[in-house]
């Protein structure tokens, strides 16, 4: 049962401490990031982890995010070369997740990393989950905090929504300013690769880090990333992407300048298209036109580049039938 929801604006440092707390317990934390909420745990705690999985529904097999406050407290857990560090160095605190070697003498749960030999890890930006981190002081496991394979909640409200009963905390920080996962890139081998799309753009890493590999949409990810080749971000109702128009029993979701629809109901991810402020508004915006009367969501198309990219890969994903 929830315990507590509070405002970040009332009694901050209380809450932080009585969170930190919870997970020190082996309670769980839902909490805001800068990118989706996540719903953390104690990495360490084999307890807590396997709770994280079994309120999430989420298959054993899919290794979480752990989250550090900062790349000295990740030295412990994982081993970082001289182009991690220098990522690490350039990205974080931010949207961005390393998969390293996971150090032998690591004392994470082997249920956070799926028996990989590989850790996924990241410092994240947002205040409120760098407060935590640094109160709790360890590792804290944290996948988004809804069901898993569902639309990605990015307020405190849509956290309610899936988990109410099954956290001890929510943190209410207001809607996350990104509003897409991290991206995701592996490290591990001898170069690097892109295993999933977000805010840090692969042209951003391209252009700093020389050629990164894009293995998204690769048949063999789910080798190096088990959370990937599945359905995921799903809808209840079905999606329609590329749809320059909609019937009158659909939803529309809008980009840019306006289209002639018939649609039932329309929402414009960004008026003026602006894929910073799509990428915020579209996991909010699906959940709100997900309802059982209209036959699907059609969706306009969103142009491929920047975060378009990460746009489009969850909207791929969501559109795979169940
Ligand atoms: O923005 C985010 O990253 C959010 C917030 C809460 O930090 N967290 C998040 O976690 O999206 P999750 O569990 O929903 O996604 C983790 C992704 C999955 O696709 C998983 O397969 C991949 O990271 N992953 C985790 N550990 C991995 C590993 N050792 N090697 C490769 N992929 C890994
Ligand atoms: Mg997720």
Redesign the pocket.
């Known amino acids: 049962m929830v315990k507590t929801i509070y405002k970040m604006n009332f009694i901050r440092e209380e809450i932080i401490k009585k969170s930190a707390q919870i997970l020190n317990n082996g309670g769980l934390v839902a909490f805001p990031?800068e990118?989706?909420?996540?719903l953390g745990g104690d990495a360490c705690n084999d307890s807590a982890v396997a709770s994280i999985f079994s309120a999430k529904k989420?298959p054993l097999y899919?290794?979480?995010?752990v989250?550090v406050h900062n790349k000295k407290i990740a030295e412990k857990y994982v081993n970082f070369s001289d182009i991690a560090a220098e990522i690490a160095h350039q990205h974080w605190p931010g949207?961005l997740?390393l998969?390293l070697p996971r150090r032998v003498d690591s004392d994470l749960s082997l249920l956070v990393?799926?028996g990989?030999d590989?850790?996924?890890i990241?410092v994240?930006s947002h205040p409120t989950a760098n407060a935590l981190l640094s109160c709790f002081g360890g590792p804290v496991a944290?996948?988004?905090?809804n069901s898993s394979g569902s639309v990605?909640p990015t307020t405190a409200e849509h956290v309610i929504q899936s988990l109410k009963s099954l956290t001890d905390m929510i943190i209410d920080g207001g809607p996350c300013i990104i509003g897409?996962?991290?991206t995701?890139i592996?490290l591990?081998g001898s170069s690097p690769s892109l295993?999933?799309h977000?805010a840090v753009t692969l042209e951003d890493l391209n252009h700093r880090f020389g050629p990164i590999s894009d293995l998204t949409n690769d048949k063999n990810i789910i080798i190096?990333?088990?959370?990937?080749l599945t359905r995921h971000y799903a809808t209840k109702q079905p999606l329609r992407l590329e749809a320059l128009s909609a019937g009158t029993d659909e939803a529309y979701l809008a980009f840019g300048a306006s289209a002639e629809t018939n649609a039932a109901v329309a929402l414009n991810l960004s008026e003026s298209g602006d894929l910073t402020e799509a990428a915020a508004n579209l996991f909010s915006m699906l959940r709100v036109l997900d309802l059982p009367k209209f036959n699907g969501i059609a969706v306009a198309p969103i142009p491929n580049h920047g975060l378009g990219r990460a746009i489009n890969d969850r909207l791929r994903r969501a559109a795979i039938p169940a």
């Open positions: 990031t990118t989706v909420y996540g989420r899919n290794p979480l995010i989250h949207p997740t998969v990393t799926a990989l590989t850790v996924a990241r994240p944290a996948p988004s905090a990605s897409l996962e991290s995701v592996d591990s295993l999933r977000g190096k990333s088990p959370g990937m």
